[in-house]
T-cell receptor, first 114, second 109 residues
Framework: IAGITQAPTSQILAAGRRMTLRCTQD?????MYWYRQDLGLGLRLIHY???????GKGEVPDGYSVSRANTDDFPLTLASAVPSQTSVYFC?????????????FGPGTRLTVL | GQNIDQPTEMTATEGAIVQINCTYQ??????LFWYQQHAGEAPTFLSY??LDGLEEKGRFSSFLSRSKGYSYLLLKELQMKDSASYLC??????????WGAGTKLIIKP
């Protein structure tokens, strides 16, 4: 079934540890995105990639890094996790990098940093 | 600054009609999206408006007034499965998608 998968589904992490959230899509979409969703706030863009080999910073990039080695995968890395990074993380993709395209979301990763 | 306002929570009765409003102040405008998000799940696309007027899609309709910076999502013949959060998002002049915090809709029998 075509779509976006994320791993892990949930994770509890000690502060200071390194963590990579995985995202894979099989729709051959050019653009991919990472968001975090916190209670009472809208989705906030962390990083994005309009095509393989390129990445850009979103609204809240500090403490996070991404890479886009190929079309399908877009991992998000927390180099040294802090409690304020406790959140639900969604990966999304769209056909192109134009924000008028519909974005399709993965199931999310619930991350708790203690 | 850029801002999108939606009511935090609304309650409606099964079978009734509900209107969820969204007002926005953004640097430019290149379209408005509505997404549905059930608790613990991912957002899913409902509608996209770029021109003024009403777009109807089954039980759901979305309206846009660009001059007023206003949109609404209209849900008819409410069903229990419509209990969810409804997210409004606007594409600004830089083609960045700005998201509202969402409206939690509670449907009562």
């Amino acid at each position: 079934i075509a779509g976006i998968t994320q791993a892990p589904t949930s994770q509890i992490l000690a502060a200071g540890r390194r963590m990579t959230l995985r995202c894979t899509q099989d729709m051959r979409h050019n653009a991919m995105y990472w968001y975090r969703q916190d209670l009472g706030l809208g989705l906030r863009l962390i990083h994005y990639s309009n095509t393989a080999g390129t990445t850009g910073k979103g609204e809240v990039p500090d403490g996070y890094s991404v890479s886009r080695a190929n079309t399908d995968d877009f991992p998000l890395t927390l180099a040294s996790a802090v409690p304020s990074q406790t959140s639900v993380y969604f990966c999304a993709s769209s056909i192109s990098g134009t924000s008028t395209d519909t974005q399709y979301f993965g199931p999310g990763t619930r991350l708790t940093v203690l | 600054g850029q801002n999108i306002d939606q009511p935090t929570e609304m309650t409606a009765t099964e079978g009734a009609i509900v209107q969820i409003n969204c007002t926005y102040q953004t640097s430019g405008f290149n379209g408005l999206f509505w997404y549905q998000q059930h608790a613990g799940e991912a957002p899913t696309f409902l509608s996209y408006n770029v021109l003024d007027g009403l777009e109807e899609k089954g039980r759901f309709s979305s309206f846009l007034s660009r001059s007023k910076g206003y949109s609404y999502l209209l849900l008819k013949e409410l069903q229990m499965k419509d209990s969810a959060s409804y997210l409004c998002a606007v594409t600004d002049s830089n083609y960045q998608l700005i998201w509202g915090a969402g409206t939690k809709l509670i449907i009562k029998p």
